[in-house]
């Protein structure tokens, strides 16, 4: 398969969760400051055909791209990091792989022999990692394998990146991520974890070229170099990846550590211009000197698992950031809230977010929290089904709609405010059928979404299967609760605010996809702005009343 295209794959031993990752896009980012396209590719091992049926408690948080495909919640980092779009071919999984297999032998396209993992499924994962290189023209694509070196799962992408290694025409290095551990009794860092990690990755016949090492300490001289001989590696190539204060500290921590040359001396490409990243460091100079702290609740029902709410959480830092504010969040499991107790959990907040999800559980601690910022003027941002119970708590609470409810929890309330979209109507199979991926939308002027956006017609990535109910549309505006944006083509309600309340606003999309460090979000810009706002006032009434 001959491509001008290098490549560099991304395997992690030892454990799991050490952040290739945040390695991975890092590195990125690097390369890209030197004048290189860059692109990044995650291969996972499970054999889900995406992470859209899978439960947040399982996964996190499942990503969106603007073509439509349900992710890894790792190419929201990538994007993050980058601010360059993925698609489809960024996320494969084994199971979309056995799929495509299956598939063929059904068709007959293997002409009655045998399938089987080697060389089917090896040459199906090879195509799969060599499509973004011939379809992008990209200068590198960073392929991150899932799991853990050793594990079952795995084995099929190691085999592949083996023979991909001994291909003439293809160019690829290999980056090993594991962990240094530092026991406090002995106090020693102990290299022999990562011995046999890259004993394991041997094993498969794969060579790492590069060894990164997540340590809490900082790797002396002579770890260094012991791990350099004991695992074939250059010295210059064992790279100390130390734990960082946030994410966005790994570039510069890469770039000091110069993971970016050592890459491109490997791939045998000029080093380019050096990487100056003024907009990134003035990024983290914000972020860590901020001028305010707000306190923002995230009411959700995966708050055990905040990497449910991963890109929320990473928009509402890029908001803050700009903002020069320090968000402290809240995080309220809205199945702990009820009429009784809302005043004591939600008073001392600065702002609201009602976080999306689905199902009837913690729906009316939720539509609860609506009413409280509503009646209490706090800024609220409703997400998708946040916004649907902005809709429902409106309907019960302001037009008399007793049980107003949204046919997803409660099929025969006699208001279906919100209800099915038709075109969901009649589908049985869940997986990659909700309505997924960028659609237009018209904002209407002297809107708060329009002095966010300052656009009028934006675009931003669904995933719903439930909408508003237009029948009542004519109805909630008179009553005060306005649609602000509109889908041209099919007059789906985007937007609803309500004009006479400080800052509210539901949207049915998920603006949280589009957040990175370099364009934070319009809308969590201007929430974020707006709780500051109203802290600001509540303190000058103090004074006053003083």
Excluded at 33 to 62: F, M, W
Excluded at 384 to 393: D, K, P, R, S, T
Excluded at 504 to 518: A, I, N, R
Aim: aromatic share 8%; hydrophobic share 35%.
């Amino acid at each position: 398969m001959p491509s001008s295209t290098k490549y560099i794959f991304v395997t992690g031993g030892v454990t799991s969760s050490l952040g290739k990752g945040i390695i991975a896009a890092s590195l990125a980012k690097l390369l890209q400051a030197r004048g290189y396209s860059v692109t990044i590719q995650k291969l996972d091992p499970y054999i889900n055909v995406d992470p859209g049926t899978l439960n947040p408690y399982e996964h996190g948080e499942c990503f969106v791209t603007e073509d439509g495909a349900e992710t890894d919640l790792d190419l929201g980092h990538y994007e993050r990091f980058l601010n360059v779009p993925t698609s489809q071919a960024n996320n494969v999984t084994t199971g979309r792989i056995y799929q495509h297999v299956i598939n063929k032998e059904r068709e007959g396209a293997y002409l009655g022999k045998t399938v089987q993992v080697i060389p089917h499924i090896t040459d199906e994962i090879k195509r799969r990692i060599a499509l973004l290189g011939e379809t992008g023209n990209y200068d590198i694509v960073i392929t991150e394998i899932g799991g853990t070196v050793g594990d079952i799962e795995s084995l099929p992408y190691i085999e592949a990146v083996r023979q991909l290694k001994w291909e003439p025409d293809f160019d690829c290095i290999v980056l090993h991520l594991t962990l240094v551990p530092y026991l406090a009794t002995s106090g020693e860092l102990k290299t022999k974890p990562t011995q046999h990690s890259v004993k394991s990755l041997l094993e498969s016949g794969v060579q790492p070229d590069i060894l990164a090492l997540r340590t809490e300490h900082k790797l002396p001289k002579d770890v260094k170099e012991k791990v350099a001989l004991f695992c074939n590696i250059s010295p210059k190539a064992v790279i100390e990846a130390i734990d960082a204060e946030t994410i966005y500290d790994v570039p510069i921590l890469m770039e000091d550590e110069k993971l970016d040359k050592v890459v491109l001396d490997k791939l045998g490409l000029p080093y380019g211009k050096e990487p100056e990243m003024l907009a990134w460091k003035e990024f983290l100079f914000k972020f860590k000197n901020p001028k305010s702290q707000v306190n923002i609740g995230i009411i959700g029902k995966y708050i055990e698992l905040k990497d449910s709410y991963k890109s929320i959480t990473e928009s509402i830092i890029h908001a803050g950031t700009i903002n020069q504010i320090n968000v402290n969040l809240v995080w309220i499991h809205s199945e702990d809230i009820d009429e009784k107790n809302a005043d004591s959990l939600l008073k001392n907040l600065d702002g609201i977010l009602v976080a999306p999800g689905f199902g009837e559980r913690g729906i009316e601690g939720k539509v609860t929290t609506v009413k409280y910022a509503r009646q209490n003027k706090i800024p609220f941002l409703g997400i998708c089904l946040g916004m649907q119970c902005a809709v429902i708590e409106f309907g019960r609470n302001v037009l008399g709609f007793n049980d107003a409810h949204s046919t997803e929890m409660y099929p025969a309330t006699p208001y279906p405010v919100i209800y099915l979209m038709e075109e969901q109507r009649g589908i049985v199979n869940k997986g990659g059928t909700m309505r997924l991926g960028a659609y237009p939308c018209k904002v209407e002027n002297n809107s708060k979404a329009h002095e966010a956006y300052k656009e009028s017609v934006i675009s931003e990535r669904h995933r719903h299967r439930y909408e508003f109910n237009n029948k009542y549309l004519a109805e909630y505006e008179k009553a005060g609760m306005k649609a602000t944006g509109i889908n041209p083509e099919n007059n789906l309600v985007e937007i609803v605010e309500i004009p006479n309340h400080p800052w509210f606003v539901g949207v049915q999309f998920h603006p949280e996809y589009k957040s990175t460090v370099t364009k934070p979000h319009p809308l969590f810009v201007d929430f974020v702005k707006a709780t500051l706002q109203l802290k600001e006032s509540k303190k000058t009434t103090a004074v006053l009343n003083n």
